[in-house]
């Protein structure tokens, strides 16, 4: 059952880019049965959060499935009171929205691959132009175990400092951004780099690296402004894949 009106139109706008987003995570298969989830906070209660209502699979999120959650961890709304939401979720999250309100997007997986190059002591390598995107803007945190204690979120924060990215050590990856299209490409790029690395290493070849200079210069030109039009056609072209379900994740 929709609740479209039930909700502003605000937020049932972004209630319907995040189940698009959820979708566009699973086309990509970058699922974890129902574990891992993203996270958008609305635009109109900045102190609220839509995630994912926990057991529902990403390939058949709804707008109207999607959780409103504060800061606190309460379900805001009487309608979504039967909704079960992922513990870890709500701790991950509430930590970012709450300590960087520019940082709207989030988003949280468990690739194999994101999770060898997490378990890897040296981290990301900067060995492609996808991993060239992070270099000197990637952080790290260590792992304390299932993310279910909010005393872990004054240290995830303080790891984060001001990047967008982040590798949690023996766990997965860690990303957040402005907006959903921002937030999608830094996934991407992320999950593509790990992807590559592992590859790369299965070789046992000798791995070739481009110099410093090259590595600042690449980490810059992803970082200027400019590249915001091509993150925002990303993301046009991402939703297109899913197109066909657009009645379907705005129900």
């Keep these: ?22 979708r566009i995570i699973a086309y990509y298969k970058m ?34 499935t999607l959780v409103k959650i504060n800061h606190a961890g309460a379900v805001v709304e009487s309608y979504e009171q039967e909704k079960p939401v992922n513990m870890a979720g709500f701790v991950i999250h509430s930590a970012i929205h709450a300590a960087h309100p520019h940082l709207n997007c989030v988003i949280h997986t468990h690739t194999a691959d994101g999770i060898a190059v997490s378990a890897q002591k040296h981290g990301l390598l900067p060995i492609s132009q996808h991993a060239l995107k992070f270099y000197q803007y990637l952080a790290y945190h260590e792992y304390e175990g299932v993310a279910l204690s909010t005393d872990e979120q004054e240290r995830m924060i303080a790891d984060l400092a001001g ?34 690395q592992i590859k790369a290493l299965s070789g046992g070849a000798e791995l070739h690296y481009p110099s410093e200079e090259v590595c600042v210069k690449t980490a810059k030109q992803f970082a200027s402004p400019l590249v915001e039009p091509i993150l925002q ?18 129900a």
């Excluded at 479209?4 to 698009?20: G, H």
């Excluded at 056609?233 to 705005?250: M, N």
């Design 1 to 22: 059952m929709t609740i479209k009106n039930l909700v502003t139109a605000a937020e049932w706008q972004a209630r319907c880019e995040l189940a698009a987003l959820y």
């Design 31 to 64: 699922t974890d049965l129902i574990d891992t989830h993203i996270s958008l906070r609305l635009p109109d209660q900045p102190d609220c959060f839509l995630i994912n209502q926990y057991g529902v699979a990403f390939e058949k999120m709804q707008a109207s």
């Design 163 to 196: 990047h967008r990215a982040m590798i949690l050590r023996n766990h997965g990856l860690l990303v957040a951004g402005e907006s959903i299209a921002r937030a999608f490409h830094e996934i991407y790029f992320l999950e593509r780099a790990c992807q590559a």
């Design 233 to 250: 056609r990303a993301w046009l072209a991402a939703l297109s894949l899913i197109e066909h379900q657009q009645a379907e994740y705005s």
